[in-house]
């Protein structure tokens, strides 16, 4: 539970159980150690009081402190016990869905039947949970820090998933979904389907990291919102070679070049958001509303485990490294297995 970090100068660390080590980073005394302390709780609030005094920046938090102002403590706490991905997840959910409500609203006024009204006003099921456990997390910084007299949390369902919400596609719905994609979002997501890779991680492609030769690619970075970022979102370390469908080397083989494979109008890598909107259109002609990129991997998964059977093969194709994570998929080897062939066969563009 534990991970060096600069990005906002705090670094907790347990180093035996039951013993938390705080340090706090400057550009000017680099590491600085707070001390050891028994508790998590403890040796974030040492490491708070001894930035304050470093940085000569006020951290102290009132009553009168406003939901943002705790928000951002809540992110300075959560950065070294979540992956940077997951940290960029919650930076993003705060500022598009929850700050925009409560943000300059003093901590202590927030009222739990104000809670329940905002909690209903989303239409998606999935925004509205990940912004209530956002407003959750907030809250309980505050209420652990004496900030909030009375609890507000406690809205009934705000984080159930009703049953089924989960579609499920075929191989045919997405050829149905790539085929409808002008260019070059077709060829985009012909390489994501290809490659069973998620969609920041076929954008952060690079020529170099094409194989043709082997009939590979190596997936060593991902684009990001904050741009590229070393290995996966589950770790910069967790870096993986897959085997590439022909069809989809094919298209590549067309598109040949240097330096970013995918490029938008203006001559630069393109980006996540530029792909996400170019779907929106598309969805609604094919009569697949709800479809995704992320799709296009959950599918290519899916057809991949039941055509080669192997369980490993799968996950190292994914570049998960437990089974829960495939699981939750439902439904790569550097080397070309021999069941590959098939499973390239049943992804191929119907005819």
């Not at 539970?1 to 005394?29: C, F, Q």
């Not at 706490?77 to 929850?98: E, F």
């Not at 094409?210 to 190596?218: G, I, L, P, R, Y």
Request: aromatic share 6%; proline share 5%.
């Amino acid at each position: 539970m534990s991970g060096a970090t600069k990005l906002h100068g705090i670094n907790i660390t347990e180093r035996t159980p039951g013993k938390w080590r705080a340090r706090v980073y400057t550009k000017k005394d680099g590491y600085v150690s707070a001390g050891q302390f028994p508790s998590l709780e403890e040796a974030e609030r040492a490491a708070l009081a001894l930035q304050e005094k470093l940085t000569g920046r006020a951290q102290s938090l009132t009553e009168e402190s406003t939901f943002s102002e705790v928000a951002d403590r809540f992110l300075i706490l959560k950065m070294p016990r979540v992956k940077v991905g997951t940290h960029l997840n919650y930076s993003a959910n705060l500022d598009n869905h929850v700050r925009p409500r409560w943000g300059r609203v003093p901590i202590n006024d927030i009222k739990n039947s104000d809670l329940a009204i905002w909690v209903d006003s989303f239409e998606s099921v999935a925004v509205r949970r990940a912004a209530y456990l956002l407003v959750s997390g907030v809250l309980k910084v505050a209420i652990r820090d004496g900030l909030v007299r009375v609890n507000p949390l406690g809205v009934e369902g705000a984080t159930a998933f009703p049953e089924s919400t989960k579609l499920t596609y075929s191989v045919t719905d997405v050829w149905k979904m790539i085929e409808a994609l002008p260019e070059p979002f077709k060829l985009i997501a012909t390489v994501q389907f290809g490659t069973s890779a998620r969609i920041g991680e076929v954008l952060a492609l690079d020529w170099s990291d094409v194989d043709f030769a082997n009939e590979s690619v190596s997936i060593t970075k991902h684009l990001t919102r904050q741009g590229i970022m070393p290995g996966t979102k589950t770790g910069p370390k967790k870096i993986r070679t897959v085997w590439v469908n022909n069809w989809a080397l094919d298209a590549l083989k067309s598109l040949r070049g240097i330096g970013p494979v995918f490029l938008n109008a203006s001559g630069t890598r393109m980006r996540n958001a530029t792909v996400h909107a170019a779907w929106g259109p598309v969805r609604a002609v094919v009569d697949l509303p709800r479809m995704v990129p992320q799709d296009l991997r959950h599918v290519s998964l899916t057809e991949h485990q039941r055509q080669t059977g192997d369980m490993v093969a799968t996950m190292k194709r994914a570049g998960h490294s437990d089974q829960r994570s495939m699981l939750t998929y439902q439904h790569a080897p550097t080397e070309k297995p021999a069941a590959m062939d098939e499973f390239s066969l049943r992804m191929a563009r119907p005819a």
